[in-house]
């Protein structure tokens, strides 16, 4: 059982000074927590204390932190060359990597692998090459979504405003539409009685109005939308898009930076609509922390000429020895056991749903999980305020999660979490949920 402290320790409070004087203040930390070792799904700070990680470095860490494995795979080859341009050169390990990823896609077409360093990059990839082999500027993309940060994948994102806030002009010809939010319909209907009719309104008004089809290259979307706030669509949801995109030649290109590999309990987050992508993009969990990622698609998308795209670094050959230890253990075991475990985890939190007023939805796959916080679960009014408290306290109580959306609470622990783990976790989230909810409507 992790034990409740008042302040981070000395160690961790100087480090964090030092960072406040010498790294840019872009970034965010929702608390002090600074990492000195980790194993599995535990961590501990500089100070010695321990914590249940249920973010994962952001859903990265799927074979837990430091796992034996994955260590071994990275030291072997860093004994061997740690890298040779693959833009340039020839290695195993790339090919290696590319025919196991390409036997994975779930693509019945025959694939091919371009290698990046991070999620943005392989979307930025999947962006090039779908105007590339469409000859088509336009794309589609969601309300909520979060595809990256550089300029590219930055003009798909829609997650929060203070992501586009003073980098305009971004890439032109990007038109975003709703996505399909249930808990919070954005055309106030019901699921299935709407007969996904946010599918219907891209067909009948976006295009009909403002985006030509014809001029349409790709259609850009998360399986389950990761920072808009872990929301998963409805079952009949992506075939609708599926039939959408194949009736105006659009490509449908999948974002699983987040969801795969093995988070949701599948190998890839999109094989639970059962519908076939034409490019995936991949990164985050793919190498259990080493930067890694990969744009899958169709060989017949993939037609650019030589020299049209590169990475200096993409593919780098440790990277790629951690690619395929970590795939190693996630068919061995570990989706499933994401599987298992996101199923109890979820019940876990539908029982204290019933026992709190303030979670208005509970929802995910796999252990990529969300509570979504509501000060009224008639009105479903956000309770942001509550959510921040929340994190905080959690992390007082020595379990470490994230935000997403506007008012939810992710858990993407390690795909290895025992049991005993998950209801440590959730045995802390409640404690620290009470807590706040006392704090902020009384007794």
């Known amino acids: 059982m992790t034990t409740q402290m008042d302040e981070p320790g000395p160690k961790c409070k100087a480090w964090i000074e030092r960072d406040r004087q010498n790294l840019t203040p872009s970034t965010t930390r929702p608390y002090p927590f600074v990492m000195d070792h980790g194993r599995g799904a535990e961590v501990w700070d500089l100070d010695g204390k321990r914590f249940l990680d249920f973010c994962a470095g952001i859903a990265v860490c799927a074979t837990g932190h430091s796992h034996p494995q994955v260590v071994q795979a990275i030291q072997d080859q860093a004994a061997r060359f740690i890298h040779m341009s693959g833009t340039d050169f020839y290695y195993p390990l790339q090919i290696q990597l590319a025919e196991k990823l390409n036997a994975l896609a779930p693509i019945e077409e025959e694939t091919r692998v371009f290698y990046a360093n991070s999620g943005t990059e392989s979307v930025e990839a999947a962006f090039k090459m779908a105007r590339y082999h469409s000859g088509r500027p336009r794309a589609l993309a969601f309300i909520g ?78 399986p389950i939308q990761g920072e808009g706030g872990y929301i998963v669509p409805p079952a009949a949801y992506y075939g609708r898009i599926r039939d959408l995109c194949q009736k105006h030649g659009i490509l449908f290109v999948v974002d699983e930076v987040q969801t795969g590999l093995g988070r949701t309990g599948k190998m890839f987050a999109i094989e639970h609509w059962g519908v076939e992508p ?66 109890h985890v979820l019940d876990a939190l539908s029982a204290i749903q019933a026992r709190h007023p303030s979670i208005g939805d509970v929802r995910g796959k796999g252990l990529m999980i969300a509570v979504e916080l509501v000060e009224d679960k008639t009105t479903k009014e956000y309770a942001t305020g509550l959510r921040n408290d929340l994190m905080q306290e959690c992390y007082w109580r020595g379990l470490l999660t994230l935000g997403c959306g506007k008012s939810s609470l992710r858990f993407s622990p390690p795909l290895l979490i025992t049991r005993e783990q998950a209801d440590e976790a959730m045995e802390v989230f409640e404690s620290a949920l009470t807590a706040c909810e006392q704090r902020a409507y009384g007794p």
């Open 145 to 222: 979504a979060f595809h990256g940060r550089t300029m590219g994948s930055l003009s798909l994102t829609a997650s929060k405003v203070v992501q586009r806030n003073r980098f305009a002009p971004l890439v032109p010809g990007v038109t975003h539409v709703p996505y399909a939010y249930c808990y919070r319909c954005p055309f106030h209907l019901d699921y299935p009685r709407c007969d996904v009719y946010c599918v219907q309104y891209i067909e009948d008004v976006v295009l009909a109005t403002v985006c030509p089809p014809q001029e349409v290259a790709a259609l850009f979307v998360e």
């Open 278 to 343: 034409d490019i995936i993009a991949l990164a985050k969990g793919i190498a259990s922390g080493m930067p890694l990622g990969a744009t899958i698609a169709r060989k017949s998308v993939m037609d650019w000429e030589p020299g049209s795209h590169a990475n200096t670094f993409g593919g780098n050959p440790v990277s790629c020895a951690a690619s395929l230890a970590t795939i190693d253990l996630l068919e061995n075991g570990l989706v499933d056991n994401a599987a298992r475990m996101g199923e």
